[in-house]
């Protein structure tokens, strides 16, 4: 006997309650987008520690290889601040001191040329310029009582750094119980597809972080040998931001080569400046071309072609973030698809395309009887 069909309204009812659902689901997200957020930086960089505090496990306990694990983390930003800080408050105050007797140089070189001398008479340049150097010590002064006024901003950030590193600990610590109790209310053969999918996923995260790592290394030793030779100065500190900012897939390198450009104008321009360029230029074709996906491909086992246009996509629409974790995220994508393409029995064929069956030509059509 057929069953009745469904009442107009009892479907208008269950349309409308589907979408007020959904509304008030994307309303919460975006209500609640920053601890979401810090959830999930909290995630990968569980996923990421997870490497070397596994590998300290086999000869300590648990807890103790996520303390040494997390006071390495810590020991790396403290000595870069100590490594670079002290110097660029150096120049900074150096800069200060030294700005009037620059005003003279430049007043100096100005009388001595003609043109230039004509140019200061008709819009008297080198007097603004002494009295914007004699104000440059107040002015710095000044900054620093408008730097003091972003405190506020600077607690928040540290809040949500420590909160990030409380939430990473706790998946360090019990990540794997949490997974092992939620696949136990699933069918064998699905927790252990799902089991497999989350341990490839996580390795492919933490080779991708070692690549990157390796990737950021090579352009950091490479960039601080080069700036050795030309001579320019704050060499180490500037290797390092070097080094930071190319973990930044494509966009990274380029804005640490505009940035160390920019202290070359003030060591030996033109040749510094120079070499720096055409030596930033070939190195970042060569790593954004050859070096970084092949990394990349060997790291998460991904198609460079992929690794590209994962970067491309990730920083469209998470920005920096987005990019950073938009090859894992690819890796882990494809490593689900194809556990799914095995549960489902469709694997790809072996051998070359298909051949075409050769066409037999029609016989001629036999004329009709009269």
Request: overall charge positive; hydrophobic content about 50%; aromatic content about 8%.
């Amino acid at each position: 006997m057929a069953q009745p069909e469904t009442p107009l309204t009892r479907v208008v009812l269950r349309t409308v309650l589907i979408v007020v659902t959904v509304v008030i689901t994307l309303y919460l997200i975006y209500l609640l987008r920053k601890p979401i957020g810090w959830l999930l930086v909290a995630t990968f960089l569980a996923v990421a520690l997870s490497g070397p505090v596994n590998f300290l496990q086999r000869r300590m306990k648990r807890g103790l290889a996520i303390t040494i694990v997390y006071l390495g983390l810590l020991a790396v930003p403290i000595g870069i601040g100590a490594l670079i800080v002290p110097p660029l408050v150096g120049s900074a105050n150096d800069l200060a001191a030294n700005a009037p007797q620059y005003a003279r140089d430049v007043s100096t070189f100005v009388d001595e040329n003609k043109r230039l001398r004509d140019l200061d008479q008709d819009y008297d340049i080198t007097t603004k310029l002494r009295e914007q150097a004699q104000k440059l010590p107040e002015r710095l002064g000044g900054a620093a009582s408008t730097l003091s006024g972003v405190g506020l901003g600077i607690v928040n950030s540290i809040f949500a750094l420590v909160t990030i590193l409380i939430l990473t600990a706790f998946m360090l610590g019990g990540g794997r119980r949490w997974i092992a109790a939620g696949l136990r209310y699933l069918p064998e053969k699905r927790a252990a597809r799902i089991q497999r999918v989350l341990e490839r996923s996580g390795s492919a995260v933490g080779n991708y972080v070692a690549g990157a790592l390796f990737q950021a290394t090579v352009a950091g030793v490479l960039a601080y040998i080069v700036l050795l030779i030309l001579g320019v100065p704050f060499a180490g500190p500037l290797a390092l931001i070097i080094f930071f900012l190319d973990l930044i897939p494509l966009v990274g390198a380029t804005i640490g080569a505009v940035l160390v450009g920019v202290v070359t104008l003030f060591s030996n321009f033109p040749t510094a400046t120079i070499i720096w360029v055409i030596w930033s230029i070939v190195y970042q074709q060569v790593e954004n071309n050859v070096l970084q996906p092949q990394i990349q491909k060997r790291a998460v086992d991904i198609n460079p072609f992929l690794v590209v246009v994962a970067v491309l996509f990730g920083g469209t629409l998470l920005g920096v973030l987005g990019a950073l974790v938009a090859v894992p995220v690819a890796a882990s994508i494809q490593i689900a698809l194809r556990e799914y393409l095995d549960a489902r029995g469709i694997k790809p064929r072996q051998g070359g395309p298909p051949e075409m069956p050769e066409e037999k030509p029609e016989p001629p059509a036999e004329p009709a009887p009269a």
